[in-house]
């Protein structure tokens, strides 16, 4: 059981905007800053939004990460077949001492 | 080029030592925290350790305390991860990654990851 709460799985079409939740508690989320990571099939995790909201150089502007008390999210638009991946969402734990990881988002593009 | 190469795994028994380097290069190690990440076969990321980029401050998740520990040598721009009484659940792929900070912010560059399996 992941501390940061994720849906297993999320689907969309070509072109549609999907968005991914992570639920988590004031002693993560609700005071430390969210980053979110993707990781294809076979390959390393790739850093996509870092600081509830900031995208590193190279990560397209159709990922938007937004932050709201205690909850954070992925939005997605103009979805495309090569989205398809594991997306995670993390943060620093306070009462843990520790980074936390959410359980993973499953991204199926149909 | 920033990027960071792990080594150092393999198949070791339960209750054996294992220790894993990984070489960064491109950019300066002290200049940002270091993390190691595991992902256990068909499971999700989980975080290991992380050791703030003055050496300061060392943080490892609750399941590893007390059996592994993270180490750098700076003169080699290495960091490494020491793993003492290895268990079956300790096998996975382990990810050497850096920090866009100083301390634990968010993990800016991967490397490929060096695969642990603990089995007798």
């Known amino acids: 059981q992941s501390v940061l709460t994720q849906p297993p799985s999320a689907s969309g079409t070509p072109g549609q905007r999907v968005t991914i939740s992570c639920s988590g508690s004031?002693?993560?989320?609700?005071?430390?800053?969210v980053n979110w990571y993707q990781q294809l099939p076979g390959t390393a995790p790739k850093l996509l939004i870092h600081?509830?909201?900031q995208r590193p150089s190279g990560v397209p502007d159709r990922f938007f990460g937004s932050r709201s008390g205690t909850s954070a999210s992925l939005a997605i638009s103009g979805l495309q077949s090569e989205d398809e991946a594991d997306y995670y969402c993390?943060?620093?734990?306070?009462?843990?001492?520790?980074?936390?990881f959410g359980g993973g988002t499953k991204l199926t593009v149909l | 080029q920033v990027q960071v190469v792990e080594s150092g795994g393999g198949v070791v028994q339960p209750g054996r030592s294992l220790r894993l380097s990984c070489a960064a290069s491109?950019?300066?190690?002290?200049?940002?925290?270091m993390h190691w990440v595991r992902q256990a076969p068909g499971k999700g990321l989980e975080w290991v350790a992380v050791?703030?980029?003055?050496?300061?401050?060392?943080k490892y998740v609750e399941s590893v305390k007390g059996r592994f520990t993270i180490s750098r040598d700076n003169s080699k721009s290495t960091l490494f991860l020491q793993m003492n009484s290895l268990r079956a659940e300790d096998t996975a792929v382990y990810y050497c990654?850096?920090?866009?900070?100083?301390?634990?912010?968010?993990?800016?560059?991967w490397g490929q990851g060096t695969t642990v399996t603990v089995s007798s």
């Open positions: 990654a850096r920090d866009v900070g100083l301390t634990s912010n968010g993990m800016d560059v």
């Open positions: 491109g950019f300066t190690l002290s200049r940002h925290g």
């Open positions: 050791m703030w980029y003055d050496g300061s401050k060392k």
């Open positions: 004031s002693s993560n989320i609700g005071s430390n800053t």
């Open positions: 600081s509830n909201n």
């Open positions: 993390a943060a620093w734990d306070d009462s843990l001492d520790g980074h936390v």
